[in-house]
């Protein structure tokens, strides 16, 4: 597993585990599975549904709880609605902290939301926090608001989304690019790119790993999806391999600026 610095000196897999879309009731054994299988990441929220059964299953792991890294975001607006919310997360889930706490989009009184995460962090209720969703002229109000800087901005990001613009950005600031949605939620379309395939077959991977390879190649931190224990363990393999120059330069080609899941219309306007 390669891990990324987060600003604040925390470090984190380059490669989680996402809970998104996994129902409440098989969320525990997906878990599970994933920490078993060498997942140190876990990533939920609130939006999600199942905050719950991702503690239980952290919890119940033989897995030290300071050798996982556990996401969660909230969705609440506001300062008192923000510092119930995260409480209640911490209930939900039965841990004693997150390790990454984000705003899930912006809210009409982000700062306001933003600052009970701040508090949350001095609190030690979560070791870091972020952002979701949030383009450049948002970020940089939100820096220019706290002394506490996001050590992330989740943002949606595959082949045809690759944000460089927005990735350069939050580079330059010492801010880690996180994807959502590294297969556009279409992972047949996906994997059946035609460039994609021959870089596979080149390196005798999955047009799958490819992806998720040249994200995390590209310093990008992902969470993937799957209840499927065989794809699970297929995407933790593509650490024992490098892309080439010439590789990362064809799937860069691949740009099309095109949203696939639910990037916000907000966020076009710094492109």
């Known amino acids: 597993m390669d891990n990324l610095q987060f600003n604040n000196g925390l470090t984190v897999p380059a490669l989680g585990f996402c809970t998104y879309g996994i129902p409440a009731s098989e969320t525990v054994s997906a878990v599970q599975q994933a920490l078993e299988l060498g997942y140190r990441g876990i990533d939920t929220a609130q939006f999600n549904g199942n905050e719950a059964p991702t503690g239980a299953a952290v919890r119940q792991s033989a897995i030290p709880r300071a050798e996982v890294f556990v996401t969660s975001k909230v969705q609440t607006n506001g300062y008192a609605a923000t510092k119930a919310g995260i409480d209640d997360s911490l209930k939900r889930s039965g841990l004693d902290y997150f ?90 379309a996906m994997i059946s790119i035609p460039t994609v395939q021959n870089i596979a077959q080149k390196h005798h991977k999955t047009p799958a790993q490819i992806i998720l390879k040249f994200l995390v190649q590209s310093k990008i931190m992902v969470n993937a999806r799957s209840i499927s224990p065989q794809h699970m363990q297929a995407n933790l393999n593509i650490f024992d391999f490098e892309l080439t120059a010439d590789d990362m330069q064809a799937l860069r080609a691949l740009e099309r600026h095109q949203p696939m899941i639910d990037w916000p219309t907000t966020m076009h306007i710094d492109e």
Request: proline letters at 4%; charged letters at 25%; hydrophobic letters at 35%.
């Open 99 to 188: 390790d990454l706490l984000l705003l899930h989009w912006p809210m009409p009184d982000t700062l306001g939301s933003y600052r009970a995460l701040e508090e949350a962090y001095q609190a030690g209720k979560t070791r870091s926090i972020g952002l979701s969703n949030f383009n450049i002229s948002q970020t940089k109000n939100v820096m220019d608001s706290f002394a506490t800087k996001p050590v992330v901005d989740e943002i949606e990001t595959h082949l045809y989304l690759q944000q460089e613009k927005m990735h350069a950005f939050l580079e330059k600031n010492d801010i880690v690019h996180e994807a959502y949605g590294p297969f556009g939620e279409d992972v047949r």
